[in-house]
C-alpha cells in the first residue's frame, strides 16, 4: 500500500466552506445528497484538478453550480471523484450516493448496531458516505437534514444544535435538521436514527449558557445511563475550573451503541459509544466499569476543546489531541479520585501496553513519520506516551506557567487545524523557553533508559547521585534527551533528609545532557535516593538498590507512588531470580512478606485502595518486560504463582481478618465511589493471595462471595479467584454465571474474559467451543475483544503455548474477521508484537503464524501493514 508521509504535507488545493447534507435513511438504500460550497484555497496549488476522496461508494448524481456534469469533465469510482479542471472561483457540487448501512460490518462511515443507524466518521469513515475532502485540514460549517421511517428511527440527531423537525406530507416518514455552526473536520461529523431512551439534566456553563445534556440508550436500559450522565455534567464542570473551557453548543448528546470499533468518538455535539462506557448498574458493572465510564466520557467530552474547537492539522499530528486529551482525562480522574492510586493505575497501564509495544516491531514516535493506514497508529504510544509527554512538560515549566501556556494554546489555534509545533510554540510565548529540545520527545521511539548510582561520602557528608541516559538503537551523535526526574533522599532509619543541591529545583533535577552528576552536601547518614517520584518521566530506570534500601522506601518515602515502586521493584527482583535460576532468594522473600505485613497493620484500613496496589504483583507481561528476551511464559508464570503463594502463606491470618473488616454492613447501599471500590479492591486482592496458597479456603470464599454479593464486582472477583482453581465449584460457578446473565451481553463479556484467561492446557479449546456460544458473534468487537483478545493479552502461557495452538486460534480469528472488520482484525494481531523476545521454540511458532496470515491472499490494508512491520 502507498505509504503517507508527514514530509509530504501539502495544504488542499480546495477548500469547502459550507456542507449541506440530506441523508434518507434506509436499512439498504440510504441516499445522501451533499451541497458543498467550495473554492480554490489561496495557499493550495492554482488549476489543480478537484480530487474528492470515497470509498465504496455509489455515485448517483452530480451537478456543479446547478449543472449536471459533462461526463467527460469529471471521473468517479468507488474511491475517488475527480474534478479534471476544478473552477478557479466559489463555486457549488451536489453529489448523490447511495449507501447499504445493513451491509456495513467494517463499523466505519454510516452503519447499523441493532437496528440504530450511527456513524463513526475517524480517520477517514466520512468519504464512505459521500465524495469529499476527508483530510482534518478542511474545516467546514454542517447543516443536516436526517429523514427516516418514523416508527424505525423516531430520534434523529446530529451535530450541533437542533433547528427544526416535523413530519414528511403524505409518509411514514419524519425528519430532523441539525446545524453546527463551528466549522469542523469531516472526521467529527456524525448522525444517529433510532429507537432510544432518553435520561437528560440541564448545565448552566460558566458563561450562562443554558446546556442540555442527554444521553440515550437501547430501549429499557434508560436505568444504566445515570452514572454517564452524572459524569459529563461533572466532566463540563471540571474543564470549566481546571482549564477555563467552556461548552459552546446549546446541547450535548451522548449515544450507546453495542457495536463499536473503539471505545468513543468526540463528534461534535454528539459523541458516539460503545455501550460498555456507558452503560452503568451495581448487578452489571464492575468497579473498572464505572472508573472506566467515568475516564471516557471525560475523555470525549475533553476533546471538544482539546481536538474539536483545536484539530489536527493532518493525522501525524494525532497525539495533539490525544495524548493531550488523555493528560487532561488523567487529570479529572485523579480528581475525582485519589491521585496517587490513580497515578499507580497510569503507570501499570503504560507499562502493560506502550512499553512493550516501544520495544518492538510496532514501535514508532509519538508523532509518526509514515504510516500506509492510519487506523493502525491510534496506539498506546500516541495516546499515553503522549500524554507523558504533556505532563513532564508541566513538571519543567511548572503548574502556572502550563496553565498559562495552555489558555494561549486553545486562544491561538481556536478554529484551526495545528500541529505539535504550534502547541510547544504556545509554551515558549509564556514562559519564554526555548522547548527544541524537550520537543524531541516526540520524534524518536523507544523507551529510554537512565542509569542510576549513588554514593556516598561519609567524611565529606555528601552523596552523590550519576545519571546517565541512553536510548535504545539510538546512535551516538543522538541528541539526548530532557528528563525531568523529581526525587529526593530518604533516611534509612525514617526521617526525611532535606539534603540541598542546588540544581534540584522544587524537587526536579532536569537530566538534559547523557550524563551528569548531582552532588547533595550535609548529609548526615547514608540516605536511599527516591528517583522519579510519581514516574515524572516515561523511562526505564537502572539503579542498584537492594531489597533493604527497597523496603526503606515502601516504608518511609513521603511520594506514595515511589512507595509502591518500591514494592513492585522488590517482587521483581523475586521473581526475576527464580525465573533465571539464580540463587533462591529464600530469606528475600520472607522479608518481603514481612514488610507487607508491617504495612498492612499500619496501613490496610487507612487507604484500603492505595494497600490493594501494594499487594497487587507485577503482572506476568511486567517480568516478561523486565527479563527482555528469550522469555519463557511458563517459567514466569510459575515464578508469579510461588510469590502469590508464599504472600499468601505468610499474610494469610492478616488478610482473613482484613476480609471481615472490610466487609460492608448487610444493607449498606451500593456507592461506586473511590472510597467503597477501594475498599472492595482490598478485600478482593486478599482473597486471590488467600486462594494462591489455600485452594480449599479460597474455594469456599470465593463460593460464599459469590452467593452473598450485591455488586458486580463482588461476584466477578470471586469467579475470578475460583476461575485459577480447576474442579467442580469452578465450573458450576460458571453455568450459574451465564444462566443468570443470559440476556445481558456486556456481562457475558467478562464471563467470556474470565475464561479465556484460565492458564490451563484446555483452555485454547474452551475458547473454541465458546465461539459456537449463542451469544458469541464474530460481528461485535466487544464479543471478539473479550474472548479472543482477552487470550492473546492476559494469557501469557496459553497464547503462547510451546505448541503453537494459542498463536494458531488467534491467526485463524484474525483472518476470519478481516473480510468483515479489518480494523479490529488488525488490532487483534498487535499482539503477536513481542514474538522476537520469546525463547527460541515459541518464536518459531509465532512466526510461523505470523507469516500465514501474511501469506493469505487479498488481505485488507490494516492486517497486511501489522503483518509486514511485525516481520520486518
Ligand atoms: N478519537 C477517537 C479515535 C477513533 C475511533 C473511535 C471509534 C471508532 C473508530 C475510531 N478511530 C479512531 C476516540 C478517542 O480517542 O477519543
Ligand atoms: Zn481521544
Request: charged share 25%.
Amino acid at each position: 500500500p502507498p505509504t503517507v508521509r508527514l514530509e509530504d504535507y501539502r495544504p488542499s488545493d480546495h477548500l469547502i466552506d459550507r456542507v449541506e447534507l440530506d441523508v434518507r435513511l434506509d436499512p439498504h438504500d440510504t441516499r445522501v445528497s451533499a451541497t458543498l460550497a467550495l473554492r480554490p484555497n489561496p495557499a493550495g496549488r492554482a488549476h489543480a484538478p478537484l480530487v474528492l476522496d470515497g470509498d465504496d461508494l455509489t455515485l448517483l448524481g452530480l451537478e456543479l453550480d446547478g449543472q449536471a456534469l459533462a461526463p467527460d469533465t469529471f471521473r468517479a469510482d468507488a474511491s475517488s471523484l475527480t474534478l479534471h479542471a476544478g473552477p478557479q472561483r466559489p463555486f457549488t457540487l451536489r453529489i448523490e450516493t447511495r449507501l447499504d448501512p445493513t451491509a456495513n460490518t467494517r463499523l466505519m462511515g454510516l452503519y447499523r448496531s441493532n437496528g440504530v443507524y450511527c456513524t463513526q466518521c475517524e480517520a477517514d469513515g466520512f468519504r464512505r458516505i459521500t465524495y469529499f475532502l476527508d483530510r482534518p485540514d478542511v474545516l467546514s460549517v454542517y447543516t443536516t437534514r436526517i429523514e427516516a421511517e418514523r416508527a424505525a428511527a423516531p430520534v434523529l440527531l446530529g451535530n450541533g444544535n437542533p433547528v427544526e423537525a416535523g413530519a414528511v406530507a403524505g409518509t411514514d416518514r419524519h425528519y430532523a435538521v441539525w446545524h453546527d455552526p463551528l466549522p469542523k473536520p469531516a472526521y467529527l461529523f456524525a448522525l444517529v436514527g433510532g429507537r432510544l431512551d432518553r435520561v437528560a439534566k440541564g448545565f448552566t456553563t460558566m458563561e450562562g449558557r443554558a446546556v442540555e445534556i442527554a444521553v440515550y440508550v437501547e430501549p429499557g436500559k434508560d436505568d444504566r445511563a445515570a452514572y454517564a450522565l452524572d459524569a459529563v455534567e461533572r466532566s463540563m464542570a471540571w474543564d470549566e475550573r481546571a482549564f477555563g473551557r467552556a461548552y459552546d453548543l446549546d446541547v450535548f448528546n451522548v449515544v450507546a451503541v453495542s457495536d463499536f470499533n473503539m471505545g468513543a468518538m468526540e463528534n461534535k455535539g454528539l459523541n458516539i459509544f460503545n455501550d460498555k462506557f456507558v452503560l452503568a448498574s451495581p448487578d452489571t458493572a464492575t468497579d473498572t466499569d464505572y472508573a472506566a465510564i467515568e475516564a471516557i466520557i471525560a475523555h470525549e467530552y475533553f476533546h471538544n476543546w482539546s481536538g474539536n474547537r483545536v484539530t489536527c492539522r493532518d493525522w501525524f499530528q494525532l497525539c495533539l489531541k490525544e495524548g493531550l486529551t488523555v493528560f487532561r482525562d488523567q487529570e479529572f480522574s485523579s480528581d475525582m479520585r485519589s491521585r496517587a492510586v490513580h497515578r499507580i493505575a497510569e503507570v501499570r497501564n503504560l507499562r502493560a501496553r506502550q512499553f512493550p509495544e516501544d520495544a518492538g516491531p510496532l514501535a514508532h514516535p509519538v508523532r509518526p513519520k509514515r504510516y500506509a493506514e492510519i487506523n493502525n497508529f491510534y496506539t498506546a504510544t500516541v495516546y499515553e506516551k503522549g500524554a507523558e509527554i504533556v505532563r513532564m512538560l508541566r513538571t519543567l515549566i511548572g503548574e502556572t506557567a502550563f496553565r498559562a501556556g495552555m489558555d494561549r494554546y486553545f486562544a491561538d489555534n481556536d478554529g484551526t487545524a495545528a500541529t505539535v509545533e504550534d502547541f510547544l510554540k504556545a509554551f515558549e510565548a509564556v514562559t519564554g523557553r526555548d522547548l527544541a529540545r524537550f520537543a524531541e520527545w516526540y520524534e524518536r521511539p523507544g523507551t529510554p533508559r537512565v542509569a542510576v548510582s549513588g554514593s556516598y561520602d561519609a567524611a565529606a557528608k555528601t552523596y552523590r547521585l550519576a545519571f546517565r541516559q541512553t536510548r535504545p538503537g539510538a546512535g551516538a551523535d543522538a541528541p539526548p534527551l530532557v528528563i525531568p526526574i523529581r526525587l529526593g533522599l530518604v533516611g534509612t532509619d525514617g526521617p526525611l533528609i532535606d539534603a540541598a543541591s542546588g540544581r534540584v529545583e522544587d524537587g526536579v533535577f532536569v537530566l538534559d545532557s547523557a550524563e551528569d552528576t548531582l552532588i547533595f552536601e550535609n548529609v548526615a547518614a547514608e540516605p536511599v535516593p527516591s528517583l522519579f517520584r510519581g514516574f515524572s518521566a516515561p523511562v526505564r530506570v537502572e539503579s542498584a538498590l537492594d531489597a533493604a534500601a527497597r523496603l526503606t522506601l515502601l516504608r518511609h518515602d513521603p511520594d506514595s507512588f515511589n512507595r509502591w515502586e518500591a514494592a513492585q521493584r522488590v517482587a521483581l527482583g523475586l521473581m526475576t531470580a527464580q525465573v533465571r535460576g539464580d540463587a533462591p532468594e529464600e530469606a528475600g522473600a520472607d522479608d518481603f512478606v514481612a514488610a507487607l505485613g508491617v504495612f498492612l497493620d499500619g496501613e490496610a484500613l487507612r487507604d484500603p485502595a492505595f494497600a490493594a496496589q501494594i499487594l497487587a504483583l507485577p503482572s506476568e507481561g511486567d517480568v516478561a518486560d523486565e527479563i527482555g528476551t528469550e522469555i519463557d511464559p511458563d517459567a514466569i508464570a510459575s515464578a508469579r504463582r510461588d510469590l502469590r503463594r508464599r504472600l499468601g502463606a505468610g499474610l494469610r491470618a492478616r488478610l482473613l481478618t482484613l476480609r471481615e473488616e472490610l466487609a460492608e454492613p448487610a444493607g449498606t447501599p451500593f456507592s461506586p465511589d473511590a472510597s467503597a471500590a477501594g475498599r472492595r479492591a482490598l478485600r478482593n486482592a486478599a482473597l486471590d493471595l488467600i486462594a494462591a496458597a489455600d485452594a480449599e479456603t479460597g474455594t469456599a470464599l470465593a463460593q460464599a462471595q459469590i452467593a452473598a454479593a450485591t455488586n458486580m464486582t463482588d461476584r466477578l472477583a470471586g469467579l475470578a479467584a475460583l476461575a485459577l482453581l480447576p474442579g467442580e465449584a469452578r465450573e458450576a460457578a460458571l453455568t450459574a454465571f451465564a444462566e443468570r446473565y443470559a440476556d445481558e451481553p456486556l456481562v457475558l463479556d467478562k464471563w467470556f474474559a474470565i475464561q479465556a484467561m484460565i492458564p490451563e492446557d484446555g483452555t485454547v479449546a474452551r475458547i473454541r467451543r465458546l465461539q459456537g456460544h449463542p451469544a458469541f458473534a464474530m460481528t461485535n468487537p466487544n464479543r471478539v475483544r473479550s474472548l479472543v483478545g482477552s487470550f492473546s493479552l492476559a494469557n501469557p502461557t496459553q497464547f503462547n503455548r510451546a505448541d503453537g495452538a494459542g498463536y494458531a486460534l488467534v491467526a485463524e480469528t484474525v483472518l476470519a474477521l478481516d473480510g468483515t472488520n479489518p480494523q479490529v482484525a488488525a488490532r487483534l494481531m498487535t499482539a503477536f508484537g513481542p514474538w522476537r523476545r520469546l525463547e527460541p521454540g515459541r518464536r518459531a511458532q509465532a512466526e510461523s503464524a505470523l507469516r500465514r496470515i501474511v501469506a493469505t491472499q487479498g488481505l485488507s490494508r490494516d492486517v497486511a501493514d501489522i503483518g509486514t512491520r511485525s516481520l520486518a
